[in-house]
């Protein structure tokens, strides 16, 4: 004869039956997904670690070849590092490297390949930013001055606005437009720290164009004290 005990065991369980068929699937596929995504996120977090160790070793052998200036190993290199480890930091590094090394060397055309891979391709803004700096004064030194801006019109990363305005007013003075210049020299040097060593450098460019921002800032000081004491000197004759 089955005791209260047994019928409520019995009731419970098949209640935990019915739910079971219900929501059984449901619950085990929730399950199965957790599990996947968390082995997923390790396998994602294993594989960027591995990816960021060999991008590391091939730079590496990157930065010796271009050390010994074997010029054929580094652009093998640089070329591997790109197509393999496009996503990482030392793919962009390598790139800015590299692109100094080829130019130095009277290979234009091949620092212009490596930071237009940069510049469009880069996952950094920074990175993207600087590359079209550098991009954007070796297409002036062709004379390709339209592109030339027309790059520096991409460069956008934060804290660069000074840099950007500084290498737009270098290029509208080879094209001999000396007030769009001096304009952007003069927004480069206002964008600047007092303390930052090249706000010089942007002080002798607005000097020897006849705009030397010492003269300005200190006149604005005098014209402010000559604002401000007018409505004394009118106040003073009225009485």
Avoid: C, H
């Avoid at 930091?89 to 390598?94: H, L, S, V, Y």
């Avoid at 840099?163 to 003069?186: M, N, P, S, W």
């Amino acid at each position: 004869m089955a005791t209260p005990l047994d019928l409520q065991e019995q009731e419970q369980l098949d209640s935990l039956k019915a739910f079971w068929k219900q929501y059984g699937n449901l619950l085990t596929w929730t399950v199965i997904a957790a599990l996947a995504a968390f082995a997923g996120w390790n396998g994602w977090n294993y594989w960027q670690r591995e990816q960021g160790f060999k991008a590391g070793a091939l730079y590496e052998e990157l930065d010796r070849a271009v050390a010994a200036g074997n010029l054929d190993r580094v652009q093998r290199a640089l070329g591997d590092l790109q197509a393999k480890y496009p996503k990482t930091a030392f793919a962009e590094q390598g790139s800015l490297l590299v692109a100094k090394l080829q130019f130095d060397r009277g290979q234009p055309e091949a620092a212009r390949a490596a930071l237009t891979w940069l510049a469009e391709k880069g996952t950094q803004d920074e990175a993207r930013t600087i590359a079209r700096l550098r991009l954007a004064a070796l297409q002036a030194s062709e004379k390709q001055y339209d592109e030339a801006l027309k790059t520096l019109d991409a460069a956008s990363a934060v804290g660069f606005e000074s840099l950007v305005a500084d290498r737009r007013g270098d290029i509208l003075l080879a094209q001999g437009k000396t007030a769009e210049a001096r304009a952007a020299y003069q927004a480069a040097w206002a964008g600047m720290e007092p303390t930052l060593d090249y706000r010089r450098v942007v002080d002798a460019k607005l000097t020897a164009l006849g705009a030397p921002p010492a003269a300005v800032a200190a006149s604005a000081p005098v014209a402010a004290t000559a604002a401000s004491a007018a409505p004394t000197t009118a106040s003073g004759a009225s009485r």
